[in-house]
């Protein structure tokens, strides 16, 4: 990677507007959506559980302890409900400023490294790629843990780049408290992956002194057992073993050695994903992986690589896979990308690279507005095979946003310009990524927010109005608790309850006395009638 490029000391008008680009893609349109069930839907309801039985030790899901994940997000979620509403914005609220700490920490540090053009294409490829833009928008888990892994290479990175002598400790000690903070959002694998990159890193550059100073910091310790420790040994003592099985054994080692809920796939699963996740800049890899035995010889290259693909790897030989998985590692992607979009020599491969990652912005720009239509026809054709969302896709089209075609056809004649006009691929790429996102969080996701969970909402909106008890049956939808505003356990109804229910299911199981309140695209609220 290229190290020569100083470090400006002041801050600009491209610095200003990338923040603004960061802000855009990560805040607007926050609430637009519905929560998506399953996971925004169950973080969201064990908050709102949280909140209504003054219990912030522990949390559960429509009144049975949840073990998922340990208590950092469910505590930030429960501030921000506190004191704006419960609201998809407030749920949401905590995710969207991590992510945006996210970008600007690696924005400040490509810059510091690599220069300024580098680290404002470091930030905005960050936060304009299709994966950070699903979870930094996201009311779960994943914006925190990804925040808090990253910030811990980096300051990782910033020891091993001093030591100790050099000044490097208070990073060292810094980055104890972000694996600290990851313990509390998501468990063992906080610790892992530092740990395991700086060994690495370590092993490969003749460094052993560096990591033996740093495994042995009783400073270091000493935060991460104070920050980590008391939640734990509270949460161990009021569930005991039941924590032990369902966090620790359940939800991190089975999670790891087997598939889980169905999510299950190849050795090669994120192989294939990661680019997908990183669009529309994932147009540059040919060009970095050509890079990787120039970058492997620097310091920071290959302290990158070797980040990058200890995740990938490790991940790949993971039982259950989880498409998110693959953002632990891809910081340091999102930085060589930059760095390989900022270089002012492009060889052939590089003007390849480039010219794909044009050809990928546009296409976002012009096949997003289809989206709608090519869902409708697929429901139509019976080409969804599960009933449930054919059903619900068959509102695909009458959910899309009228001036959706209009804004993306002004976007793509805006950019198509500034490519024209200065035919410089910085300024064409930076747009027109911006551009995409704003298109996808600002139509895209709303759209398939009302399209597959504006039924369930209706329907909690419905039966918030009712003075019926209420169960889930025949489905989980943890986000109908949320807009219900009460606990709505799974489970058969009995005579006089309502229940929340598929039109499918239902129509496979006799219920001769049950009457139907409310109905919308598959989605059915019924009452069983006393007999």
């Not at 680009?21 to 990560?26: G, I, N, R, S, Y």
């Not at 929560?35 to 973080?43: I, K, P, T």
Request: hydrophobic letters at 50%.
């Amino acid at each position: 990677m290229n190290l020569a490029n100083p470090t400006p000391r002041r801050l600009g008008w491209a610095d200003a507007l990338f923040a603004l680009a960061v802000v855009a893609a990560l805040f607007l349109r926050l609430g637009g959506a519905p929560l998506f069930d399953v996971d925004e839907g169950a973080f969201s309801e064990a908050t709102r559980e949280m909140i209504a039985h003054h219990d912030w030790g522990f949390t559960t899901l429509n009144g049975v302890p949840r073990f998922d994940k340990p208590i950092l997000v469910y505590w930030l979620q429960a501030v921000s409900v506190s004191a704006l509403g419960v609201s998809e914005v407030a749920f949401r609220l905590p995710s969207a400023l991590c992510a945006a700490v996210w970008a600007f920490s690696v924005w400040g540090f490509a810059r510091a490294r690599l220069g300024a053009r580098a680290g404002r294409m470091a930030g905005l490829v960050l936060a304009t790629s299709l994966g950070v833009l699903a979870i930094g928008r996201s009311a779960t888990a994943d914006s925190l843990l990804n925040t808090l892994m990253c910030l811990s290479m980096l300051d990782l990175w910033r020891y091993l780049e001093r030591g100790a002598e050099g000044g490097g400790l208070p990073a060292l000690r810094r980055t104890y408290v972000w694996v600290a903070l990851g313990i509390l959002t998501k468990g063992p694998v906080a610790v892992l992956i530092p740990g395991s990159v700086g060994a690495l890193y370590c092993l490969s550059s003749g460094q052993w002194p560096k990591l033996r100073r740093a495994a042995l910091d009783l400073p270091g310790w000493a935060l991460l057992i104070a920050i980590a420790a008391p939640w734990y040994a509270y949460a161990l003592h009021r569930h005991g073993m039941d924590f032990v099985n369902g966090f620790l054994l359940k939800h991190n080692v089975s999670r790891y050695t087997s598939s889980l809920e169905g999510h299950k796939g190849s050795p090669f699963y994120y192989f294939v994903l990661g680019p997908v996740l990183w669009l529309p800049w994932s147009g540059l890899l040919p060009a970095l992986l050509a890079r990787v035995r120039t970058h492997w010889a620097q310091p920071l290259g290959r302290f990158l690589w070797i980040w990058a693909v200890f995740v990938l790897a490790f991940f790949s030989l993971s039982g259950t896979k989880l498409p998110h998985y693959v953002l632990y590692g891809s910081s340091p992607v999102f930085i060589g990308l930059a760095s390989v979009a900022a270089d002012r020599y492009a060889g052939t491969l590089l003007r390849i690279s480039r010219g794909l990652v044009l050809l990928l912005i546009a296409a976002l720009l012009l096949s997003l507005p289809w989206a709608p239509q090519l869902m409708q026809s697929l429901a139509q054709g019976g080409r969804i095979a599960d009933p449930f969302y054919r059903e619900l896709a068959l509102g695909a089209a009458a959910a899309a946003p009228q001036l959706w075609p209009i804004l993306a056809g002004l976007a793509f004649v805006v950019w198509l310009m500034v490519l024209l006009r200065w035919r410089q691929f910085m300024p064409a790429a930076a747009l027109g990524g911006a551009l995409s996102a704003l298109l996808v969080v600002g139509c895209f996701t709303p759209w398939l927010g009302e399209v597959l969970q504006g039924p369930i909402k209706h329907a909690a909106e419905f039966a918030r109005t009712r003075p019926e008890p209420a169960v889930q049956w025949l489905l989980h939808q943890p986000s109908f608790s949320v807009y219900r505003e009460a606990e709505t356990p799974l489970a058969d109804p009995m005579p006089g309850q309502l229940a929340l229910t598929r039109a499918d299911r239902l129509a496979r199981k006799s219920c001769p006395d049950c009457t139907t309140l409310f109905s919308e695209r598959g989605v059915l609220l019924v009452k069983r009638e006393a007999p």
